[in-house]
């Protein structure tokens, strides 16, 4: 097993594990998703209109439930000074979290959505679309999530700074995400805000591990 | 992969506004153990973290010799250190064994003869239990086994006898001295109560 599935394993074990950061966003995804109809009322269409823009946002604020603890736990109990000696780079380790951030808490959003989706009277289509905006853009939610989490790992507080730092930068995707299945609601092709979308998270992917491996070295040293 | 020497030139550490030491030359062969002395406060971790490549020195520089040449690349010099800060670096929800597998895993090393290494440090009947239900010192005696599974040359220990009772004090002696024995290197921040180390450095 390579060093990398290591740190990504484990760090998905701990998820499940520690009171289950994946069944915390979960709860949280569904509650939002049940509230909102409950709030609008028995407005079919108002509901099928609000149901990309909520179901995206919903997912983001579900997601950063567990960011600030990306490298927060590693650092505070001093494993994060072992793995920074390990054979894995920095910008690795931060791919890894990044990885197991999605797997545990992006991934189980996106399988839950489509059910949520019957609450807002979303049509099939559409909700394969929200099915599939989810699915590329979540891996955005987490990479741009680990810039901030490891922005604030020395910081008592970090967690309340954390949403302020990157809920701004995540903005592009939940426009292309909502605005897909808004798309695919009024007929038109949702391919431009689906390619957007998948541009956008591609490269969070590829250059938020540097961003984020240059702030948690910069905690290090401190 | 074998340690020769380290050697330290001229280095100074400045954290915020105040200058923790300048000047601070020593030189470690491989199959010696250097105590790192001083008040509170007064830079024994930082070292520890200059030499492990954490922080980068004010001035000065840090040069390992190893069997492919001398280097003063932090990276490095990273790469041959084995790790026991003052915060053990477990997990509360993982068994000690689980542990044990991680790291060996992470450092890239042989997984098979752990449980031995548990027992080694007297942890054997502790194997399947969540650290979490851990004492201090037993947690201190699976970091050391972590530190001994990870095989690394160059030993940077951060008061290594703290929350050990005398028998994990002995067993971390032992291991220090076998350690060093095997030609590896020990910087120890400590008051060195058991007289292990050949040279000590007082900040």
Same mark, same amino acid.
């Given at each position: 097993m390579s060093v990398f599935t290591t740190l990504l394993l484990r760090d998905m074990r701990l998820a499940g594990r520690s009171g289950g950061s994946a069944v915390l966003a979960l709860s949280f995804f569904a509650l939002v998703a049940t509230l909102v109809p409950l709030g609008v009322g028995a407005n079919l269409n108002l509901l099928s209109r609000v149901a990309g823009g909520v179901l995206w946002v919903g997912a983001v604020l579900a997601a950063l439930l567990s960011l600030d603890r990306l490298f927060q736990g590693d650092f505070e109990d001093g494993s994060l000074d072992v793995i920074a000696l390990s054979p894995l780079t920095l910008e690795l380790t931060a791919l890894a979290k990044i990885c197991a951030h999605w797997l545990s808490t992006g991934l189980p959003l996106t399988l839950l959505s489509p059910l949520l989706a019957l609450l807002f009277n979303l049509p099939g289509t559409a909700t394969g679309v929200l099915f599939i905006s989810l699915l590329i853009g979540t891996p955005a939610v987490s990479a741009i999530g680990a810039i901030g989490a490891s922005l604030t790992l020395s910081l008592k507080r970090g967690g309340l700074i954390l949403p302020l730092i990157i809920l701004p930068l995540l903005s592009p995707s939940v426009i292309f995400g909502a605005g897909a299945v808004s798309a695919a609601l009024d007929g038109l092709s949702p391919g431009s805000a689906l390619g957007l979308l998948a541009a956008f998270a591609t490269a969070s992917v590829l250059l938020s591990p540097f961003a984020a491996a240059a702030c948690v070295r910069l905690n290090l040293s401190s | 992969m074998m340690i020769s020497s380290l050697t330290a030139e001229k280095l100074a550490c400045v954290r915020g506004d105040r200058a923790l030491f300048d000047g601070l030359n020593f030189h470690v062969t491989a199959g010696q153990a250097l105590a790192v002395e001083g008040a509170n406060g /007064? +830079?024994?971790?930082? =070292? *520890?973290? *200059?030499? /492990?490549?954490? =922080? /980068?020195? /004010?001035?000065?520089?840090?040069?390992?010799?190893?069997?492919? +040449?001398e280097s003063d690349d932090a990276e490095e010099r990273g790469r041959l250190v084995g790790w026991l800060g003052h915060l053990d670096g477990l997990k509360p929800q993982m068994t000690a064994l689980e542990q044990l597998l991680f790291y060996a895993r992470l450092h890239a090393v042989a997984e098979a003869d752990l449980p031995a290494l548990l027992a080694e440090v007297g942890l054997a009947r502790q194997a399947e239990l969540p650290c979490r239900y851990l004492s201090a010192g037993q947690k201190r005696r699976l970091a050391l086994a972590r530190l001994l599974a990870s095989r690394r040359p160059l030993w940077l220990l951060d008061e290594p006898f703290a929350a050990l009772d005398a028998s994990g004090q002995n067993l971390m002696a032992l291991a220090m001295a076998s350690h060093c024995g095997e030609g590896g290197i020990v910087i120890a921040a400590t008051h060195d109560p058991l007289g292990l180390c050949n040279e000590s450095l007082k900040l």
């Open positions: - | /007064a +830079g024994k971790t930082s =070292l *520890l973290r *200059l030499i /492990a490549g954490f =922080l /980068a020195p /004010a001035k000065g520089r840090i040069l390992v010799k190893t069997g492919q +040449g």
